[in-house]
């Protein structure tokens, strides 16, 4: 669905994205993830054809992202993370333009995302507060029923019960066989809706991995409390334990990979009680910044 092969984008001295090569699958939730100022935005915009690359080649949907760029339009839905539209505009007239642009009609469908989103396409754009303004931009997005979509920070402006129900969209989306590429600094987000995520940070890709087998790698932390003080020679030679720190009788650590031999070693006495936290993929994206110098 997308193919890109060292794409580069300089504006003058400045880096935009540098050999970014990437490949989305059909049906898959690709997550584009990293920190405001990382490249994610530049490199959707070359996607779409608006900025044209300084190096390397992309193609959506099979068509080159420059020269074959009214073709992606006409076929993919796209939520920017920064647009406007005519202030004297209903939510209604903005989505039923787009459509047409695209050789669709609105519908019903676009009534239907409405309710599920709690938005007013009634009131003209002017009147809009933010959260509102964004819901709008996410049914132009939708209402053609493309089968690729592109949202660059799609639930920024929306309260907690909207962003649920935009997971929820997302998942059925999934379901039916389309195809989602999300860009994102919110890592719980992304943890919830992609299926494989790429990181970017400074313009470059730092790597690309399944969710699940980047929280694999991430450490888990764990706190224990035993009936007698713990001995740091117990903890401290167990592979991959990190940041071992014992107060007594409590013992605090982090512990990457198997932990059959950590278990082991607690179970030598009595175990008042005992906490294994699972990793964020928050937590696992900076220790790989940590790990690559970032």
Same mark, same amino acid.
């Given at each position: *669905?997308?193919?890109?092969?060292?794409?580069? +984008?300089?504006?003058?001295?400045?880096?935009? &994205? #540098?050999?970014?090569?990437?490949?989305?699958?059909?049906?898959?939730?690709?997550?584009?993830?990293?920190?405001? /100022?990382?490249? +994610?935005?530049?490199?959707?915009?070359? @996607?779409?054809?608006?900025?044209?690359? $300084?190096?390397?080649? /992309?193609?959506?949907? /099979?068509?080159? $992202?420059?020269? =074959?760029? =009214? !073709?992606?339009?006409?076929?993919?839905?796209?939520?920017?993370?920064?647009?406007?539209?005519?202030?004297?505009?209903?939510?209604?007239?903005?989505? #039923?333009?787009?459509? =047409?642009?695209?050789?669709?009609?609105?519908?019903?469908?676009?009534? !239907? @995302?409405?309710?599920?989103?709690?938005?007013?396409?009634? =009131?003209? %754009? +002017? %009147?809009?507060?933010?959260?509102?303004? %964004? +819901?709008?931009?996410? &049914?132009?997005?939708?209402?053609?029923?493309?089968?690729?979509?592109?949202?660059?920070?799609?639930?920024?402006? @929306?309260?907690?019960?909207?962003?649920?129900?935009?997971?929820?969209?997302?998942?059925?989306?999934?379901? #039916?066989?389309?195809? &989602?590429?999300?860009?994102?600094?919110? *890592?719980?987000?992304?943890?919830?809706?992609?299926?494989?995520?790429?990181?970017?940070?400074?313009?470059?890709?730092?790597?690309?991995? $399944?969710?699940?087998?980047?929280?694999?790698?991430?450490?888990?932390? *764990?706190?224990?409390?035993?009936?007698?003080?713990?001995? !740091?020679?117990?903890? /401290?030679?167990?592979?991959?334990?990190?940041?071992?720190?014992?107060?007594?009788?409590?013992?605090?650590?982090?512990?990457?990979?198997?932990?059959?031999?950590? @278990?082991?070693?607690?179970?030598?006495?009595?175990?008042?009680?005992?906490?294994?936290?699972?990793?964020?993929?928050?937590?696992?994206?900076?220790?790989?910044?940590?790990?690559?110098?970032?």
């Amino acid at each position: *669905m997308i193919e890109t092969d060292s794409l580069t +984008k300089w504006f003058g001295r400045h880096r935009g &994205i #540098e050999d970014v090569s990437l490949s989305v699958e059909r049906g898959e939730v690709y997550g584009l993830l990293g920190p405001n /100022g990382a490249g +994610k935005s530049t490199a959707i915009r070359l @996607l779409l054809g608006l900025i044209r690359p $300084t190096g390397g080649t /992309g193609t959506v949907l /099979g068509f080159d $992202t420059w020269a =074959r760029r =009214r !073709e992606v339009h006409r076929r993919v839905g796209v939520l920017p993370s920064e647009f406007a539209y005519e202030d004297g505009l209903t939510g209604r007239q903005v989505i #039923e333009f787009f459509a =047409r642009l695209r050789g669709a009609e609105a519908g019903s469908y676009a009534d !239907e @995302l409405a309710e599920r989103l709690r938005a007013d396409l009634d =009131r003209p %754009q +002017k %009147q809009l507060s933010r959260g509102n303004h %964004q +819901k709008i931009g996410l &049914i132009q997005a939708l209402v053609h029923k493309p089968e690729l979509m592109m949202f660059d920070e799609p639930t920024g402006g @929306l309260d907690p019960l909207m962003q649920e129900e935009f997971l929820r969209i997302v998942g059925e989306l999934r379901e #039916e066989g389309r195809t &989602i590429l999300l860009s994102s600094h919110n *890592m719980a987000e992304a943890e919830r809706a992609c299926d494989r995520v790429a990181m970017i940070h400074e313009g470059s890709l730092m790597a690309v991995e $399944t969710v699940d087998s980047m929280l694999a790698r991430a450490p888990k932390h *764990m706190r224990v409390v035993l009936d007698e003080p713990a001995d !740091e020679a117990d903890f /401290g030679s167990l592979t991959g334990v990190s940041d071992l720190r014992i107060d007594g009788k409590v013992v605090e650590f982090d512990v990457t990979g198997e932990i059959d031999a950590v @278990l082991r070693t607690i179970t030598r006495g009595r175990v008042v009680d005992l906490v294994c936290e699972r990793p964020s993929l928050e937590h696992a994206f900076v220790r790989l910044y940590e790990d690559n110098g970032a």
